[in-house]
Structures are given as C-alpha cells and as structure tokens.
C-alpha cells in the first residue's frame, strides 16, 4: 500500500528504523545505569520512559524530515535531481554520525558525572591534549569508534535504500485516499514533533524533572536533544575573581554567619519561634503584570484597583519592592530560588537546563501541604521544571487539570482560576496547614475579558483620561480592573466564611509592569525608568500583621524569608532574601536589564539614591530621590564616596547572584556538587 505514497514511504520506513535504535539505546542506558537503582515507584518509571520514547520519535522525525523537504524541490536540487539526491545523504552521513557520537558521549559522561551530557561537557576542550589522554586511557576508544561508524553506517543505508524507492517511483495524481492518507501522516508529524495532543506548549526538558528526581530525568532525556537544549540557554558564568574581591561586602549585607572568602558560603541560619495552636496558612497570589503605578495608594486616580487599594490600607504595603528584572518566569524563579535571574542574552533562568535544580525555602514549610495553581500549561517557559524539580511533594494544577475551558492562550480565567482553587484548598484536612501559589495571567496580552456571571461590568472609559494615568489604552485599563475585580471576588465572596479564612497569610506580589505611558502621576519609579520594576507587595494577614506602609528598599528575593519568618518556621538561607520584617542596617533593591547595545545595566535603589551602571562598572550615575528631575544632573562625581559604596555593594551581589545559580544544588536531589558552570 505505501508504494502508492512515495513520500509518505520516504518519511515512515527511516523514522521507524531510527525511532527503534534510539529507544534500545534508552534501554541500553537504563540497563547499564538505572535498572535497580531507581527509587521511584513503577508507575514513575512507566512516564519516564513515555516521556522519553516522545523524545526519540522527535529525534527521528528532525534526522529525516529534510529528506521530505528535499522530495518537494524541483530540478537539480530535488531528490530526483543527481545534487539534491548528494546533499540528502550527506546530510544523513553526518547527522547520523553526530547522533550516534553524543549517544557514545553521553554513556561515557554519566558514567563519569552521574549527569547526562550538557553543554558543560565543552569545558574539556579548554585542556584538550589532557581530556584526549583521559578519555584514552579510561574509556575503549576504538571499539566505541566501530560502534560509531557501524550505526551510522546503518542509518546511511537505511536512508539510501528509501530515497532509491523514492526515485525510482513515479508520480501520480492524488486521489481522495491519498489526501486523507497525508492529512493523517501530518498530524501524526505534528504529534511527534511536539510530543503532545491538545497543548500549544510542546514536550520540553523540563517535563523529564516531574518526579523531582534526577535518576528519573536522566532516563527521560534525550541527550541529543538535551544537549541542544543547554547550548541555546547557557547562562553567562560567574567571575570568581571578581566575587572574591567583592565578597566580604556582600557577606556583611547578607550577613553571612560565617563568612569564608574560600568557600564563597552564603549560608545564614534563622530560628524558629513556638506558635499556639496551628500555624497559619500561606497563600502567594502572583498577581500578573501589576505595576505599582497601576494603584490608587501609588496615586493612580483611574480607581482601577478598588480591592487591592483595600487590602494596601488594611495589611502591610511594601511600597518601594522591585523585582530585579521584568518577566513572568524570571518572577517565577526568583520567588522560587531566592536568587534574581541575571541571565542575559535573550534567555531567562528557568529555561536553563544546567541550573534547574535549586534548593528552595519553599521547602522550609515543614510540615506544610504544598500546592501550585496556574490557568495554563507551566511548561511555558519551562516553569513547570524550576517547580516540580525543586519543590517537594508539589501538588501541580495546570493545563487539563481543570473543569471550565480555556479563553485564550493563557487557559482558563482568573474568575475560574480563584473558584476551582479555592474548591481544592477546602478539601485539604483542616488540621493540616497549606501553601499554596495562585499564579493569575488575565491582565496579559490579549486582555481577554471572558462572558462569564462574575459581576464584573466593562468601563467604557474616556481614552484620554485613562492615558493620563499610564495606561495605553481602555482595553489595558479594564484588564486591570478585571483582574483586580477577580481578587475581590476570590476574599470576599469564597475565602469568606471557609475553614481558612482567619488563619491565614495572602501575599499579594506584580510580578512585573507592562508597557506604560510616561505620566507626571506615577513618582520617582517612572522617572528614573524603573517602573517595570516597581510592582506592589502587599502581605495582608487581619489579626496577624498591623497594618502599615513600609518605605524602605524591597526586592522579589525577601519574599520567602519574610514569610518564614512571619509565621516563625527555622529555615536556613543560601541565597539574596532578607527578612523584610527585621532591621537592617542597610536595605537596597538590585535591578537587572538590558540596554541598548544588549548588555546588562545593573541598579541599586536605596533609601537615598538610586545607582546603576553597566555591568563592568563603567558609566556610573547616581541619583538622589529627593530631586524632582532626576536625569538632568547626575551626581556622581559630587557624591564619590556613596558611588564607591554602591559600585561595591552593586558589583558583589551581582556576582554572587550568577554564581548562586551555578552553586545552589539542593543535595537532597543528587550527590550534592554544585551546578556545572559554562565558561
């Protein structure tokens, strides 16, 4: 039958032979390597494997795809033609080689690291004639050279047989069956190359981590693939150099409880306190693409945000906390990690395969029932990864998890999101405290405002009036309202009267601003470019915390020590957080982004200044936030000894926060070293 459908004849009988031989060297590698040694139940073993076949089928479709391609191009250079027929098996010659050499690679690197191979395994080549002498003396080159010339020789003359086939077939018209048969093979393309049905995200890296083991990741990776995955999101290394110099001030802000210039610890240990009765609850509601200026108490006179207003005047409002960069999953991780994302050059931290496993004080919720709910799919931006690897016994709700259907590309409403975790949060035993994450995403992009009977009421809002205030238009106004109305909804109409409701700790925190207008409305945040920084961070706990407005300096990282604190759990920190409820002698806010020629432009927010400069310390500026006009004088040269401070300060957290990211394992996940590092 297939030789009535050349091409489809082309694509099938290649990808069946190559799909076969990378799943019985999966089989292999879980022989040699995992077979008794996993922990982890058979059911977990059974999606590893699952996940990983996914996997192998996308490999075989990349390696034979251009083949197709090729097929449909006319003359010379299709696969007719005597050129385009070359450049099909050359292709094949030196991609099966390629494959089949890193599968070679990567037996030998697990062997040697436990880690299935990443883009750290380049480092070797800095000392090549040492890492040729070692993998010589260690590891039987020459067999694994037959090995790797015998595979790729089979595939070279699998692929050669189906291309003589092809061109040795005629062409013929397409009748009905045909035009089915193709519809049917294209979805079945479209499945394995994204490796899901009935999700816009496809199979990611981040999927092999969902048993928060690293035995299971490692059998459902593929290292091809994988490696692939690290050299296109490599994270710029730290500078121990640098670090060094700068260490002892960043220990003295952290205040390290044993600082060491050796080790490079970071390590401070708080105590707990004893609480009567149950300890609270904690609910971190991500509330997507607030900015400060978007609020009334920041003096936004739109009355968009009536209910968040409310809770700023009734709980506790951090009113100058930034998050060190913009961007959802830089959020994300930061929250999570305690380390700001610093990565640059188009990528984020989550997306990092080499630095997915942290240690977390989400964990320091001893005790704790641990809960994660978002609308859509996490595996955007491999989110989905940072919070299954890191967080344990996480109870993930997300795409397909829930009843009512998505609106857009986000997933379900924000109305839906509240009511259906709200639901799940009452099941939970009322003896046992919770905490739980309530990632919002309504107030994003496309500004979606679904038909639903939540009570809210579109505002048909003067476009003048709005724009004076920030926004760009009435479409991004009613978001906010939207969102903001969904809040008031959630407290006041079901966390109302439920077994949770008086014992309780709800953290409202913008993960980032969206585009704005530039006002004369918004305060110093807008005029000295930070407003995408500026977000609120409300902790709003009636009976637990009195109300107030605190000025000083705040950032994304103090979250999760300020929370532990708040409801007196031990917990050990390894990272940037400080507990924004204890005194500190000095209080900054470090800010991370990009400028125009693509390089970081790091700043420090204080009480009294702000300070930024590019990351190499050059082109220092200084601003005092008493000033009305802030970017017509810049004081640095008048103020020496504070930019001196500052550069200090500022240089050493910032290298501290990339070599966090290398060396912030949690060893409960692994042997315990610290992360590769890429030079």
Same mark, same amino acid.
């Given at each position: ?119 750290? @395994? ?59 048969? $193709? ?115 920041? $003096? ?15 709980? @506790? ?24 994302? @610093? ?35 996490? $595996?955007?931006? !491999? ?21 009512? =259907? ?140 009195? =109300? ?71 082109? =220092? ?12 004088? !810049? ?45």
């Amino acid at each position: 039958m297939l030789k009535q459908y050349p091409r489809l004849q082309l694509l099938l009988w290649p990808v069946l032979v190559f799909f076969v031989a990378f799943v019985l060297m999966r089989a292999g590698f879980y022989a040699w390597f995992l077979e008794g040694a996993l922990q982890q139940p058979l059911s977990v073993q059974v999606e590893a494997w699952f996940i990983g076949v996914r996997f192998d089928l996308r490999l075989a479709l990349i390696l034979v795809l251009p083949l197709v391609v090729i097929s449909w191009l006319p003359g010379l250079i299709g696969l007719r033609g005597r050129f385009g027929r070359s450049l099909a098996l050359v292709w094949v010659v030196l991609s099966s080689l390629y494959v089949v050499f890193t599968y070679i690679v990567d037996f030998a690197h697990y062997a040697y690291l436990d880690e299935r191979v990443n883009v750290s @395994v380049l480092r070797f080549l800095e000392d090549g004639t040492d890492s040729f002498q070692m993998v010589w003396e260690s590891y039987p080159v020459i067999p694994l050279f037959l090995v790797l010339f015998a595979l790729s020789y089979l595939f070279y003359r699998t692929a050669r047989g189906a291309i003589q086939r092809f061109c040795q077939s005629e062409a013929t018209g397409i009748s009905w069956a045909g035009w089915v048969t $193709g519809g049917v093979s294209a979805a079945l393309v479209v499945f394995g190359l994204m490796g899901k049905v009935g999700s816009t995200i496809p199979l990611r890296w981040s999927d092999a981590y969902f048993a928060n083991d690293m035995q299971v990741a490692s059998l459902a990776l593929n290292p091809v693939l994988f490696f692939f995955d690290t050299l296109s999101h490599q994270t710029k290394a730290y500078d121990e150099e640098i670090l060094r110099q700068h260490y002892a001030e960043v220990a003295r802000y952290l205040s390290v409880d044993e600082p060491s210039e050796q080790t490079l610890t970071f390590s401070r240990k708080r105590e707990g306190r004893d609480w009567a009765g149950q300890r609270p609850n904690v609910i971190f509601i991500h509330v997507e693409s607030m900015g400060a200026n978007r609020l009334g108490v920041f $003096g936004n006179e739109t009355g968009a945000t009536p209910n968040l207003d409310r809770l700023a005047r009734e709980g @506790v409002l951090f009113s100058n906390f930034m998050v060190p960069s913009s961007g959802t999953a830089r959020t994300v991780f930061g929250l999570v990690t305690g380390i700001p994302d @610093v990565s640059w050059g188009g990528t984020t931290a989550s997306r990092n395969p080499l630095i997915v496993d942290q240690y977390t004080l989400v964990n320091a919720f001893e005790g704790y029932n641990r809960l994660y709910f978002i609308g859509g799919s996490a $595996g955007w931006a !491999n989110i989905k990864g940072v919070l299954e690897t890191n967080i344990d016994g996480l109870e993930l709700w997300e795409e397909g998890d829930w009843q009512a =259907p998505a609106v857009d590309v986000w997933g379900i409403s924000d109305f839906n999101l509240f009511r259906e975790s709200h639901q799940r949060l009452k099941k939970l035993p009322s003896d046992e405290p919770f905490v739980a994450f309530i990632q919002t995403a309504g107030n994003h992009r496309p500004f979606t405002i679904p038909d639903e009977d939540n009570g809210f009421v579109v505002d048909p809002a003067d476009s003048e009036h709005v724009q004076k205030y920030g926004f760009l238009d009435v479409d991004q106004y009613n978001a906010v309202r939207l969102l903001d109305h969904n809040i008031g909804y959630y407290l006041d109409k079901l966390v109302a009267g439920s077994w949770y409701e008086d014992n309780t700790v709800f953290v409202f925190y913008g993960d980032h601003n969206d585009r704005s207008l530039r006002s004369v409305h918004m305060g110093y945040s807008d005029r000295l470019y930070l407003d995408k920084h500026h977000v609120p961070l409300i902790i709003y706990a009636p009976g637990l915390v009195k =109300p107030q407005r605190l000025d000083a300096p705040a950032s994304l990282v103090d979250v999760m020590p300020t929370v532990l604190g708040l409801v007196g759990l031990p917990y050990e920190n390894r990272t940037m957080g400080r507990d924004l409820f204890r005194e500190h002698e000095r209080r900054y806010a470090l800010t991370f982004g990009g400028d125009r020629t693509n390089h970081p432009l790091l700043g420090l927010l204080g009480p009294d200044f702000h300070f930024y400069m590019h990351h190499d310390a050059s082109d =220092p500026r200084l601003y005092p936030l008493d000033e009305e006009l802030y970017f017509k004088d !810049n004081r640095a040269e008048q103020y020496p000894a504070v930019v001196a401070e500052r550069t200090d300060t500022l240089m050493g957290l910032y290298q501290a926060a990339r070599y966090m990211l290398h060396h912030n394992r949690n060893e409960a996940h692994g042997a315990g070293r610290p992360a590769s590092a890429t030079p």
